[in-house]
Nanobody
Framework: QVTLVESGGGLVQAGDSLRLSCAAS????????MGWFRQAPGKERELVAT?????????DYGDSVKGRATISRDNNKNQVFLQMERLKTEDTAVYFC?????????????WGQGTQVTVSS
């Protein structure tokens, strides 16, 4: 079972950039697809970005961040990153790291505790 710890959140201004990190431990990191999700107050958790199992794995982005977000991973350091550019106030949310393992038909999801990102105008 993998444990995830996010970091890098904080208070930033609109237009700024931010890099979130997620450190994984307790599992074989390279076996997990990784992702970032976010949840704003009163809203459902939504996809930010996902990346496949390799360092250059296929990526996918939520519509609200396409063109402004880049997800990457370093399998040697057991970390996944989210670079966000041109932040908007609507990016304010708790950002969660996800590790997903898929073995045949069994899917297991592991979540971090989240890191708060607040974007001020």
């Amino acid at each position: 079972q993998v444990t995830l710890v996010e970091s890098g959140g904080g208070l930033v201004q609109a237009g700024d950039s931010l890099r979130l990190s997620c450190a994984a431990s307790g599992g074989t990191f390279s076996r997990y697809c990784m992702g970032w999700f976010r949840q704003a107050p009163g809203k459902e958790r939504e996809l930010v970005a996902t990346i496949g199992i390799t360092d250059y794995g296929s990526t996918d982005y939520g519509d609200s961040v396409k063109g402004r977000a880049t997800i990457s991973r370093d399998n040697n350091k057991n970390q996944v990153f989210l670079q966000m550019e041109r932040l908007k106030t609507e990016d304010t949310a708790v950002y969660f790291c996800l590790a997903r393992s898929i073995v045949v038909i069994e899917v297991n999801d592991y979540w971090g505790q989240g890191t708060q990102v607040t974007v001020s105008s």
